[in-house]
């Protein structure tokens, strides 16, 4: 039952105030409600491309909601992982689960709480998405990321396009290294409704 009200309402988000409160709303639900019931594999697939192209820790997973990338970042062996998100509500949630080392709320359209060159890495999954975050982030993902660190960041495809996330890429070409854009698709086969083909890529690249 990928049709979901909330599912609905999250790609209807305008502005970053009107995350706080739809999150906040959604956090004690989200999942069991949303990512169990929609067989979501994004988390996982997010993990698995970080850690298989070689991603090390410390590791910030940026949108991190109730940590269910870190989660997977964990079970594929990585401690040092740290969280930031816009909703406490969900960070809440994902305190919870004592997979993070440091939790922090933060607006990724700011500036982090975060000094430079912080992070051999940076993990995202399901945050640039419509009506969430766009490509504009990137330079403050890239200001918090060691040289030569890896981010793994998953972007849905309507919003790739609609948001200029190829533009910004091209842009940064002077200051990323090993740019890849596997494709996959968002949700399991035990997914049904609107969104359950809802595909994107996870764009994998180096800070130079
Ligand atoms: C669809 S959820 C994804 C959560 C988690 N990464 C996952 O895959 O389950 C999107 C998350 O992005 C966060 N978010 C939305 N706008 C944000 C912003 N401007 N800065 C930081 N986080 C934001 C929301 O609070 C929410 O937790």
Redesign the pocket.
Known sequence: MTKSPMLED?YALRT?QD?VKL?ADWAGSYDSDF?AANDYQ??RLVAEHYVRAGGQAPVLD?????G??GEELKRLGMSDIDA????QD?LDVAADKSVYRRLFT????QRLDAQDNTYAGIV????F?TG??GPEAFDELLRVTRPGGLLAISINAKHYQAAGFEAKLKALSGAITDLTLPQERFYGPDANGEHKNDKGVIALFRKS
């Open positions: 999250a970053p995350s999150y990512a994004l988390p940026v949108g991190a909601g109730t269910l990338c930031t998100d816009i909703s969900m933060g607006d990724l359209t995202s999954s399901g945050t998405t969430h975050v």
